[in-house]
């Protein structure tokens, strides 16, 4: 997938699953379409079933507290280098077969950002 696309698909979901904006998903994939029409060859559809997939299960495996590792962190405060990305992004790969790894990547830092440092 292309940068720029990922970025848009990416704000979308975010705004979708995170913000609760568009109300339902077949608004998410209106926005998708208009803010994609450059775009040609993509299926806003499916990638849009695919982010909201990976945004739910990067959730799920960030909330679970499994991926983290506090051992060099000597202050209260959370800090991004508590997650073992490379680990929960694998998993992540893993449980969402054929996911764009530059997707889930940038969905994976959304998530780290909202459910653990927020």
Not at 67 to 84: V, W
Not at 90 to 115: G, M, R, T
Request: proline share 1%; hydrophobic share 40%.
């Amino acid at each position: 997938m292309d940068k720029e696309y990922i970025d848009i698909l990416n704000d979308v979901v975010i705004r979708f699953c995170a913000h609760h904006s568009y109300k339902t998903k077949e608004g998410a994939l209106k926005a998708l379409v208009k803010r994609t029409g450059k775009f040609q060859g993509v299926s806003n559809s499916e990638n849009l079933d695919q982010a909201i997939a990976i945004y739910t299960k990067a959730a799920e495996l960030i909330s679970s507290g499994h991926y983290t590792d506090r051992s060099a962190n000597t202050t209260i405060y959370s800090a991004y280098e508590d997650i073992l990305f490379d680990k929960c992004l694998s998993e992540l790969q893993k449980q969402v077969p054929n996911s764009d790894e530059q997707l889930a990547s940038a969905i994976l830092n959304w998530i780290i950002f909202w459910y653990y440092l927020k």
